[in-house]
Nanobody
């Protein structure tokens, strides 16, 4: 599976962005998917994950820092995952990465495939 993230940009605090992660490969629907982010000088951190629809009904999980503001979704027909980000804050500034793995996990080592990242910058 090859992943390509897009949709990043510069937005004022309080604004919204939608990130997309397009995947190649016929097995997209068999993978749990996740978003992670890495701010300058910080470790990569979990943002959100969504499970395999046929196994978990597409269950989702979120980091506490984004719960209620971000929504993860997937479209298995379009082989694309999304992250709708609302009420953005300067501390959301980071490079956002999409990933595909087996469990619906918040742990980066559980993800096998990674996209190249898209930069999100939130101005105050």
């Amino acid at each position: 599976v090859q992943l390509q993230a897009s949709g990043g940009g510069l937005v004022q605090a309080g604004g919204s962005l939608r990130l997309s992660c397009a995947a190649s490969g016929r097995t997209f629907s068999s993978y749990a998917l996740g978003w992670f982010r890495q701010a300058p000088g910080k470790d990569r951190e979990f943002v959100a994950a969504i499970g395999v629809i046929s196994w978990t009904g597409g269950s989702t999980r979120y980091a506490d820092s984004v719960k209620g503001r971000f929504t993860i979704s997937r479209d298995n027909v379009k082989n694309t995952m999304y992250l709708q980000m609302n009420s953005l804050k300067p501390e959301d500034t980071a490079v956002y990465y999409c990933a595909a793995g087996v469990p619906t996990s918040s742990s980066p080592p559980h993800y096998v495939y990674w996209g190249q990242g898209t930069l999100v910058t939130i101005s105050s």
